[in-house]
């Protein structure tokens, strides 16, 4: 291999052989000039990784085209390649896996995807619900992938992120904040893949806007109305009225009512009476029901957990028919391929009008569930196991429902104390007070 300083003069002199060749310089050992029969020529640089020595193989790496960078340039790169592999690096090792890094869309999808698989066939293994897959993709889809999709994993930086939060938050501050937890549970997915180092993540220090925690909490008198607007849907048929606004063929002139099946009605007030989340019923198995322990095993948001059947439950689930292996068979379910009920979307939006509570969610129906549990004097720990709460702070939204109780006490002391400082009777006999330090 033929040896030079390398300057513009000598670099210029340099002509094409038959097979390919690189002349090195001889004043920055490892840097060179690397020549093509073509007569395309590159500025290299050569060097041992590790601790070198002739037991360690070189590797090459490209410092840029000759014409492209002038031998001035490229020495400056040279040394700088050079100074990182005297301190550990090794750039060939780096380039290879920025090559191989794939970018935020293809690995988020890659990701999404198999989750998905894992959700449908394997739902107790499952790492992310069918719901939040869902969601995923949609902010994808809306926010994520025209901004940031693009972006190899290891280049997206924080600032970046913040850009895009700032953006998407001026108008929907939850739904930045919801594509900020989905960044970091991608990144996560990705140092779990040996990626990128365990705790990468560039949403981390990302403020989070304030969100207004949606609380909507059922009273006695409307889970009445509830109740006969369900019992009303499954015999007579809940009436309706056709939009005005919206042109539609063949509607029936008269008896337009909406009438819903025994498993809605059933999985309705199922969700009433326990007060677990929506997929927690409809995915709920057969061999998962113990009408004996009163208790059904669901596979939810936090794992496989037991949800507490009280009687009226248990029966509901004693009269249900056996028609599948799920409880709630949806439209597509087959023996060979049993499926659950999707959703309750139509029957609850018919039930709810009925019933005068618009705007009210099925998850409402959870609060509510908590609600009258806090009224009925159970503690936020009890709530919580209740509900399959994982973390404390999450039943601590219920805590002023849970002070209900100690306030209707409170204000029956108080009416005691008032009476006895007023000289009047209470409900009860008012006893003196013992006067002396005996009496503390």
Known sequence: M???????????RLAPAEKVYTAFDTELKGFGVRVWPSGAASYIVEYRPGSGGRGVSKRRVTVGTVGVLTPEEARKAAKSL??????????????????????????????????????????AEARLRPGSIRNYRSLM??????????????????ADLAKLHKRVGKEKPATANRCLEFVGSVYKEAARQ????????????????KELKRERFLSAEEVVRLGEAIREGETVGIPWEPDPEKKAKHVPKTNQRTKIDPDTAAALR????TGAR??????????????????????????????ILPAPAAAI???LPHHSVYVFPGALDTAEKPAPRADLAKPWAAVSRRAGLEGVRLHDLRHSF??????????????????GHTQPQTTARYSHLADDPLRAVADRVGDRVAAALSGEKADGEVVPLRRGRSAV
């Open 141 to 158: 889809a809306q926010h994520l992938r025209a901004v940031i999709g693009t972006t190899k994993l290891d280049a997206l930086t924080t």
């Open 2 to 12: 033929p040896t030079m300083k390398i300057s513009k003069a000598t670099v210029d």
């Open 194 to 209: 040996g990626l990128l180092p365990i705790g990468t993540n560039p949403a981390r220090g990302i403020p989070a806007f």
């Open 370 to 387: 908590a609600s009258f549990a806090a009224a009925g004097g159970a503690s936020l720990p009890i709530i919580g196991r209740l509900l």
């Open 82 to 123: 050079l100074a990182g592999v005297e301190k550990g690096d090794d750039p060939a090792a780096g380039r290879k896996r920025e090559r191989e890094m794939p970018t935020f869309a293809a690995f988020a999808d890659a990701y999404l995807d198999e989750a998905s698989e894992i959700a449908e066939a394997r739902p």
């Open 278 to 307: 929506l997929r927690e019923i409809l995915h709920a198995k057969w061999q998962d029901v113990d009408l004996e322990r009163g208790v059904l095993f669901v596979t939810g948001k936090t794992g496989r957990r037991p949800v």
């Open 270 to 273: 199922l969700l009433i009476f």
């Open 317 to 319: 689930l004693a009269e």
